[in-house]
């Protein structure tokens, strides 16, 4: 059975800095990895959607890493804002349909 | 393009009732999945259905269900309600429910059992 991991659980940095949200996935035969960003009591956004066939993805200053081999990916933000304040939650899909696996999510604090 | 939308937004039941949250995907979308979150056991795949079928399904007993209507609309209904279905509800749709594709999640309906 496939299990998410996401470490840490919570982070709380000063505006400006730049922090890296791991995640980490038992099963490395994933089809894909899908970073979501969530507000809270809100439905989740996509960020980034990484291919297994892929090592990297970037938005603006996001950028998301996959590893398959090592069960791995991370999240770089780069110059939080307090409106990156969020829960980021990643989720992979094994293969075929879409069904996704979440990890529990690191609740994100960037204070001005 | 309207993104996905979820009714009711919030919804307050008692033990042994029953309810029923409607889903509007994406125009064009024909996959929807339906997802519970709770704080102990974050989120949780409940089912998915394609062009009325469902396709796919979560480790959730019988007492939850859903349905999807021509149009892709899709509900899903909780039966004979307990403390524990206390949750987040989110659906989310895609173009064809395939793995390749992003999908797109609505706003959720809060669903409170007392």
């Known amino acids: 059975k496939q299990e998410v991991t996401q470490i840490p659980a919570a982070l709380s940095v000063p505006e400006g800095e730049n922090l890296v949200l791991n995640c980490s996935f038992t099963?490395?035969?994933?089809?894909?990895l899908q970073w979501f960003r969530q507000d809270p009591g809100k439905g989740l956004t996509s960020l980034l959607l990484i291919q297994s066939s892929q090592r990297e993805q970037t938005s603006g200053r996001l950028n998301a890493s996959l590893d398959k081999s090592s069960g791995r990916s991370t999240l770089y933000i780069a110059a939080s804002q307090p409106g990156d304040s969020a829960t980021y939650l990643c989720?992979?899909?094994?293969?075929?349909?879409?069904?996704?696996?979440f990890g529990k999510g690191t609740m994100l604090l960037v204070s001005p | 393009k309207a993104g996905v939308t979820q009714t009711p937004r919030y919804l307050i039941k008692t033990r042994g009732q029953q309810v029923t949250l409607s889903c509007s995907p994406i125009s064009g979308h024909r996959s929807v999945s339906w997802y519970q979150q709770t704080p102990g056991q974050g989120l949780q795949f409940l089912f998915e259905?394609?062009?009325?079928?469902?396709?796919n399904k979560g480790n959730f007993p019988g007492r939850f269900s859903g349905r999807q209507f021509s149009n892709s609309r899709s509900e899903m209904n909780v039966s004979t309600l307990e403390l524990g279905d206390s949750a987040l509800y989110l659906c989310?749709?895609?173009?064809?429910?395939?793995?390749?594709?992003?999908?797109?999640f609505g706003p959720g309906t809060r669903l409170l059992v007392l």
């Open positions: 989720a992979v899909i094994k293969s075929g349909y879409s069904t996704l696996t």
């Open positions: 099963d490395s035969a994933i089809y894909n």
């Open positions: 989310a749709s895609s173009p064809q429910g395939l793995a390749g594709e992003t999908q797109y």
């Open positions: 259905y394609f062009s009325e079928t469902q396709r």
